[in-house]
Each structure stands twice: as structure tokens, then as C-alpha cells.
């Protein structure tokens, strides 16, 4: 039983990745697969010379030469990032007050927090187009109010794209915070306050803390998707809206063009494995200090 989470990593996160790193090896061809395969089985010996001779690293070193694909990730890492910074000032209230909720009242908040997962993801997304249009409901209810005296252009830009992405990944973050905040221990907290504590300090130094496998736990669950997005900058974002997720399925679809598609996919994976390794290892460290 121990070896089964591995072997279901090997089935289904090494085999493909090996299957995309091969391709991005390979060179673009007028075929179905768009691609000329670099290992031939059926070759025997004489497929694998062809593997060795066929080895190019063209697609990576063209990525490395095009600014597009670079600003794409810039762009792609920076929105994911401030996503998740906002997401984590809105959910952590959220669940604060689920976990301090009377008890008989959270099974009832949690199904409000699920509760969006039962709509498609792609319905969601659609609806916020009449939400953010210039004669949407946003903008309807500003002028009506009297904030506004014109229409704001929301849609089609970067600020449409933020919005998105922190109301369709906002229940990851609550759910991780939710769960450390409601095993607190509601002694400590009592115990502060009695040592002449003030609330705030309470929380500074006690609650947040104790919070943080959670806060940590809920920016991996946003900010992770959140780099490779492509629903929501495809729909809400403009022309100027550059993430790679985007450029990734132009690359597949558009130029069919599959081995630097593959090359990209690769690059962002490794952008988003190698810092989460070094992290875990980092408080692996700290926790056998402790």
C-alpha cells in the first residue's frame, strides 16, 4: 500500500511529463502529430542512434531568444502572484469568521463556500462579462448610486483578469484557512487576552501563526493554477493581457506548432517545481531544528 501514491505519481504526473519533454525534443513537422518523433521503437538499436542524432535543444534556446515567451511568463507569474495576495486578504476574514462561527452554523457557511463548484467553471467566468461590461450591472448600480458619472472600462483588461481569477480560486484559499483556524485552541487565545495581551497583538502573534500551514497551503492552491490560467485572460482580458497559459494554447492550437508548445509547457513546470521543492526541503530543515 505504500508504493501505491507513488506508482499513482509515476502513472499519472512522470509518464506525461516524459511524454511532453520528449515531443518539445522533437522538430515541427507537417504531419498528424504535427511533430517527427525522435525514438522509434520498432527501429530496434538503429532507433535509438536516430533518438541521439535527432536530439535538439532548438525550441528551449528559441525561447530563450524571443522576449515574447519571457514577458509572457513575467506577466503570468506577477498576476498569479497579486491574485493570490488578494485572494489571502479576502479569504482570511472569511474564514476567521467561519471558524468562529457558533458550531451548528458551519456545516451551513462551508456548503456557501463549496457552493460555486456546483456551477460550471466556464459559466462562472461568462457571467462576470455582464458583470464587468460598460453597460453591465457593476456599472449600472455605480451610476445609479451616484459614484460614477460615466461608465468604467473593466472588461478587457488586466483589472477583469485580477477579479477572475481571485473569485474563481477564492474557495482554495478559504477551505486550507479554515481548516488550521477551527483546530485552534481557543485556551491560548484566552490566555493571552489574560496576560493583558491587546486583541490585535493576540492575533499578530497567535493566531497568524498558528495559521500558517494554511496560509501557505492556500497559496500554493492559487497561485499554482493561477500561473497557467487560460479561461479567464482569454475571456475577461484584452489584447494587452499576456499570460502563458494563453500563449501556450496559440502555440498548440493556432501554430500547431507542438515540440515549442511542449518546450514552454516544460519551462513552466519546472518555474513552478523547483522553487515548491526547495521550499519544502527548506522547512523540512527548520522543522528538524525545531
Known amino acids: 500500500m505504500r508504493l501505491l501514491p507513488f506508482f499513482w505519481l509515476l502513472l499519472f504526473f512522470l509518464v506525461p511529463f516524459i511524454i511532453v519533454y520528449k515531443i518539445s525534443l522533437s522538430t515541427i513537422a507537417l504531419s498528424i502529430p504535427p511533430y517527427e518523433p525522435m525514438l522509434s521503437l520498432k527501429e530496434g538499436i538503429e532507433g535509438v542512434k536516430t533518438f541521439w542524432d535527432g536530439l535538439s535543444w532548438d525550441n528551449y534556446i528559441f525561447l530563450t531568444e524571443d522576449p515574447l515567451y519571457l514577458s509572457a511568463y513575467l506577466s503570468s507569474l506577477k498576476i498569479a502572484f497579486f491574485s493570490t495576495v488578494i485572494a ?3 479569504a482570511y476574514p472569511i ?3 467561519m471558524a468562529r462561527s457558533p458550531r451548528e452554523w458551519q456545516p451551513t457557511l462551508l456548503m456557501l463556500v463549496i457552493l460555486p463548484f456546483w456551477t460550471s467553471f466556464l459559466i462562472r467566468v461568462y457571467a462576470w462579462i455582464g458583470i464587468l461590461k460598460s453597460d453591465g ?8 448610486l451616484g459614484v460614477i458619472d460615466s461608465p468604467l472600462t473593466i472588461l478587457n483588461t488586466n483589472t477583469a483578469v485580477y477579479i477572475g481569477i481571485v473569485y474563481s480560486y477564492l474557495p482554495f484559499m478559504i477551505l486550507p484557512l479554515y481548516a488550521s483556524l477551527e483546530k485552534l485552541d481557543g485556551s491560548l487565545l484566552e490566555a493571552a487576552e489574560d ?16 495559521s500558517m500551514p494554511g496560509v501557505i497551503a492556500g497559496c500554493f492552491l492559487v497561485f499554482i493554477p493561477a500561473v497557467g490560467e487560460f479561461v479567464i485572460p482569454d475571456i475577461l482580458g484584452g489584447s494587452e493581457t499576456l499570460m502563458i497559459g494563453k500563449t501556450l494554447w496559440v502555440e498548440f492550437f493556432s501554430n ?5 508548445a511542449s518546450a514552454v509547457a516544460v519551462i513552466l513546470l519546472l518555474i513552478l517545481v523547483i522553487p515548491i521543492t526547495l521550499f519544502q526541503r527548506h522547512q523540512a530543515k527548520q522543522e528538524g531544528h525545531d
Open 88 to 90: 489571502l486578504f479576502v
Open 95 to 97: 474564514a476567521y469568521g
Open 256 to 260: 500547431r506548432d507542438w515540440p515549442l
Open 195 to 210: 496576560l493583558g495581551c491587546p486583541p490585535w497583538k493576540v492575533f499578530w502573534r497567535v493566531t497568524l501563526p498558528l
Open 137 to 144: 450591472v457593476l456599472n449600472q448600480l455605480l451610476l445609479w
